[in-house]
């Protein structure tokens, strides 16, 4: 329903249609924007590519994916709307039978209708992968995501390829397409096409082929090959124990392997997102995308955002299971269970993340502080500037001859040619697609030291979440606590010293550092690509060696036309995000009131407040002390609320920040 209601609007009143003429000067609408409120200067300042009216832009891609796979009208976009309508209605159907009967019911009912149903009571089990007894996902999923995969790769060739050559459908005889469809519709030219910016699309059709026959051959070694892509999670981990629920809890059981199979999906999930987030820029998919700057970065802020957020649920789920659902039978060895010899080595894992956090934390820091200190003392030829040689090597051995590193060339037989350095004519480095060669960015010391800063960012958040996830049965400082569950109320010294023990704490916690860690990747990753936009790319080798030209040349500097919003001339078009990116930073600030306050000071006003009501006698029949009374927020019950207003607002203040800086 969600993507039938984006692509409703770029059918009805958008300009898809006058886009595809001319995809490099004509700026994507996502919808019109009817406003009896806006007056004339209004409508003018929001109006775009020479509309007469107030538009809202697109940076979503949906109009460079639509390109890519062949639609050329909005009649074929609006077709495809009601289709998308057609399979949420069917899904919403399929969602709530699912929840309302159970599989083997299901087949029960299936088996009485046999008459109606002719053979669908045989034919339906083999294509349904899992059942109320094992959760197995092998051949049917490998065969479904196999021929996904070729159906897909069968679209492209008969229609997104044809449309891209000009023509309507696939036509064997057509002059372009005389030669066989292994060398006119399936290649592996490699690189990317020069006039687009993305990769071949029959090189994409090449892929998708190639993937489909994977899965389904692997599919079918479902007997040969343990169960394929499908065991049960409790076989790979090799948990013979039971699960059980709680001591404390009396419901049902059986969530225990849907909590470790949520881990491993949103683990997995978060992996294919983050890989998803950095293919997308680098390996361009579709047409015309590199060449929309503002799109590029919201694509990648978008899904890296979601991957981040996949990962933490990872490692929630993770230490939910192994408080709630792991229960390890004495009888069983150890060495035996994955889980329990993970849980007898915690100690080992913990104190190995922590000298690599220990290690990234004060190398990285310390040389930021050093060139920091340097550069404000008017000296910065003193700063430590470290190349980041073995990434330069790596590129060079892809294609990139912008280092002339002569490592794998022989000192003999070398030739040069202007801007391309030297190399021998029968080195590996001649066999490479000399397109990537593009791809490649520069890399300097700034990059080196973002890279280690992000590196730290990353390995404090697993530490925290690890170290929450396998303390959370117990520790030495309080053996027990897994009959406390997954959160528990804790306060300081005074009361037992609980705070900041459990595994809730911990999630607490690694979502702030995940937060910073990611804005760190969002702001190397937006600076660098705009200084390469702007053919300012000296900028960034020069400014991003020290924390101050962080904050002064990419932070400051780019919130200035946001900050212009509003001036003595009125709106323009950023005011609405000038707006956001206020209302933002106050969602943000809010969450310190709740982070920093804590119990104590809530608890001492709210007690004081209460006293004066009930010492007061016109105001002590209406506050009696009774249900009405106001009571002070926990410390978990703080935290949490800080931390969604500290999450919504911190995310919510990048995207402004985006386009007033890259548009």
């Known amino acids: 329903m969600w993507v039938s209601g984006n692509l409703f609007h770029i059918g009805w009143n958008a300009n898809y249609e006058l886009w595809i003429k001319n995809p490099l000067a004509c700026i994507p609408i996502a919808h019109a924007i009817w406003d009896p409120h806006f007056a004339k200067s209004v409508s003018e300042a929001y109006s775009s ?30 077709n495809f709307v009601i289709v998308c309508e057609l399979l949420a209605v069917a899904s919403i159907l399929l969602g709530k039978l699912h929840c309302a009967v159970s599989f083997s019911e299901l087949l029960q009912w299936l088996a009485l209708n046999k008459s109606v149903l002719f053979t669908w009571a045989e034919f339906v089990p083999s294509l349904i992968p899992l059942t109320t007894s094992n959760i197995r996902l092998n051949f049917h999923t490998g065969v479904l995501m196999g021929f996904s995969s070729i159906a897909w790769c069968g679209h492209l060739i008969h229609f997104a390829i044809p449309v891209s050559r000009g023509t309507e459908s696939y036509n064997a005889s057509a002059p ?40 389904v051959w692997a599919g079918h070694m479902y007997s040969s090959f343990y169960k394929a892509f499908g065991h049960r999670v409790r076989d790979v981990l090799y948990i013979n124990s039971r699960f059980a629920q709680h001591p ?40 015309y995308l590199s060449y929309d700057y503002v799109t590029t970065v919201a694509l990648y802020a978008h899904h890296s955002w979601i991957a981040e957020f996949l990962m933490v649920a990872a490692f929630a789920h993770s230490a939910i299971f192994l408080i709630r659902d792991l229960q390890i039978g004495v009888e069983t060895a150890a060495s035996h269970v994955i889980v329990a010899s993970i849980l007898a080595h915690k100690d080992a894992i913990i104190s190995h993340c922590s000298f690599l956090c220990l290690w990234l934390g004060f190398h ?31 590129q060079q051995s892809s294609g990139k001859a912008l280092y002339a590193i002569h490592i794998f060339y022989p000192a003999s037989v070398n030739h040069c040619e202007s801007n391309e350095g030297c190399y021998n004519s029968n080195s590996t480095n001649n066999s490479v697609n000399k397109s990537f060669g593009s791809l490649l960015l520069p890399l300097g010391p700034g990059d080196t030291y973002a890279h280690h800063a992000i590196a730290l960012g990353l390995h404090v958040t697993v530490l925290i979440l690890l170290k929450g996830a396998l303390h959370g ?60 936009w702007q053919n300012t790319a000296s900028q960034f080798d020069e400014s991003s060696t020290y924390l101050n030209a962080w904050f002064r040349d990419y932070l400051w500097f780019n919130s200035a036309p946001l900050i212009r919003g509003y001036d003595a001339f009125g709106a323009n078009d950023l005011s609405v995000w000038a707006w956001i990116f206020l209302g933002a930073h106050l ?77």
């Open 473 to 532: 049965r117990g520790s030495k400082l309080m053996p027990d606590k897994i009959h406390q569950h997954y959160g528990y109320s804790c306060d300081g010294p005074g009361r037992g010293g609980t705070c900041d023990i459990s595994a809730w704490d911990s999630f607490y916690l690694a979502v702030f550092w995940m937060l910073n860690t990611h804005a760190w990747t969002l702001f190397y990753f937006h600076w660098k690509h705009l200084t390469l």
């Open 587 to 663: 969602c943000w600030a809010t969450a310190f009131m709740f982070l920093i306050s804590w119990r104590g000071y809530w608890q001492e006003l709210i007690d004081i407040i209460l006293y004066m009501h009930l010492k007061t006698p016109i105001l002590y029949d209406l506050w009696n002390g009774g249900v009405y009374t106001p009571l002070a927020l926990s410390i978990v019950q703080a935290r949490f609320v800080g931390l969604v207003h500290f999450a919504t607002g911190f995310i919510l203040t990048y995207p402004p920040f985006i386009i007033g800086a890259t548009s």
């Open 364 to 394: 990285t820091l310390g040389v930021y502080v050093h060139n920091d200190t340097v550069v404000a003392f008017g000296e910065p030829e003193k700063q430590i500037l470290i190349e980041p040689t073995n990434a330069q090597i790596i």
């Open 49 to 78: 590519a020479g509309s007469d009216y107030a538009v809202a832009l697109s940076y979503s891609g949906i109009y460079n994916w639509l390109y890519t796979v062949g639609f050329t009208s909005v009649f074929q976009i609006y």
């Open 248 to 287: 404390t809890n009396k419901s049902n059981s059986g969530s225990g392997i849907n909590h470790i199979s949520l881990a491993f999906a949103t683990g997995v999930l978060g992996i294919v997102t983050s890989v998803e987030a950095q293919h997308t820029y680098s390996l361009a998919p579709y047409f």
């Open 176 to 215: 372009t397409d005389a030669t066989s469809i292994a060398f006119s519709t399936l290649t592996f030219l490699g690189g990317l096409k020069s006039d687009t910016a993305s990769l071949y699309l029959t090189d994409i059709a090449h892929h998708h082929l190639a993937i489909g026959l994977l899965f």
